[in-house]
């Protein structure tokens, strides 16, 4: 199933011709350490929130595939994970995931903060790549957090840090630069078809994105440890025949009996607090009225179980 929505940013809503010879399309990798603003970006290129943001790292976890489409071409992104050493089976996947997309796209997104500092978490990113031949275009973002002059000096600093093809200071957060991002793109995207039709936005199921809305919740509102050994299952998602009402019924998983009962909090307040932020987000997604039922179950040590992994849709072998 495929989400859709109607936002063309700064461009036309015209049927794209994709025969006529100056159509550019490609896939693009969007790369960085955790909390970088990767997210937050490629929500903002799209117009529309598809991949989860906190301040909290392993926010994203699996590699999420959104499409910007204008009359010029049309680009599709992949947020991965964000590259840092693994911790555990959990971290080795989105480890796998990160770097193994860097040789499956036409063109690779790097984003990185503005400062001038480098260091052990982008030095590992340089690393990595160096081993890349796929175009690299450095993103420096969160500019409308430091001053014009800061800016220069974080060009400055990693124009000299490997072989990029363009640098582009941006704000994820109020989009400042971001039409010029899109430009820069497609300047290095190869002429090609249109994968997409003019609608679509991700080719994540909708089941998944609702998971990954009440994980973010979850993110946000629990203690800092937490969150980092918790995965969603939606048991059951069903529109009602009658009413336009669609039923959720979905599964928190935790890893300690401690932790279950943080997560629910004293007389529910806590799992109520998730489930009511969870449904509005799930509410303007779908464009419907949610009745969301949340449960929170105990597996043990399951970011380190193969099987359990795989049942919670995280396959590395994919």
């Given amino acids: 199933m495929m989400v859709r929505g109607d936002h063309r940013k700064g461009e036309t809503q015209n049927m794209v011709d994709t025969n006529m010879k100056n159509y550019k399309s490609g896939f693009v990798a969007i790369i960085g350490r955790p909390n970088v603003g990767k997210s937050t970006l490629m929500n903002q290129l799209i117009g529309q929130k598809i991949a989860i943001t906190s301040s909290k790292a392993q926010t994203t976890r699996n590699r999420i595939q959104t499409v910007y489409t204008c009359d010029r071409g049309q680009i599709v992104f992949l947020d991965t994970p ?4 693994a911790k555990n089976k959990l971290g080795e996947y989105m ?27 982008e030095r590992y990113i340089i690393d990595q790549l ?4 796929t175009p690299i ?8 957090k430091v001053s014009d002059e800061d800016v220069f000096k974080a060009i400055d600093t990693y124009k000299n840090a490997c072989d990029f093809a363009e640098i582009v200071p941006v704000s994820a957060l109020n989009g400042s630069n971001t039409d010029e991002l899109i430009d820069t793109l497609l300047k290095y995207l190869p002429y090609g078809p249109q994968y997409y039709d003019e609608d679509t936005i991700t080719d994540q199921p909708e089941r998944q994105i609702v998971a990954e809305l009440i994980r973010e919740q979850a993110l946000r509102q629990l203690d800092k440890e937490i ?60 464009d419907a009225k949610v ?4 449960w929170v179950k105990v597996k043990k040590d399951w970011r380190d179980t193969d099987t359990l992994l795989k049942n919670f849709g995280y396959h590395a072998d994919e």
């Fill in 82 to 85: 964000g590259i840092n050493r």
């Fill in 291 to 294: 009745n969301l039922k949340l």
């Fill in 137 to 144: 275009i450095v993103v420096i973002n969160k500019i409308d």
């Fill in 227 to 286: 969150p980092h050994g918790i995965a969603v299952v939606v048991d059951s998602m069903k529109e009602r025949t009658e009413g336009g009402i669609i039923d959720i019924n979905a599964t928190i998983i935790c890893e300690r009996d401690s932790h279950k009962g943080i997560i629910i909090g004293k007389q529910g307040s806590m799992l109520k607090k998730i489930g009511t932020h969870s449904r509005y987000g799930m509410e303007r997604l779908l």
């Fill in 95 to 121: 480890l796998k995931v990160a770097e193994g997309t860097l040789n499956e796209v036409d063109l690779v997104m790097w984003i990185v903060e503005a400062t001038t500092f480098i260091g052990a978490g």
């Fill in 130 to 133: 160096k081993r890349v031949k």
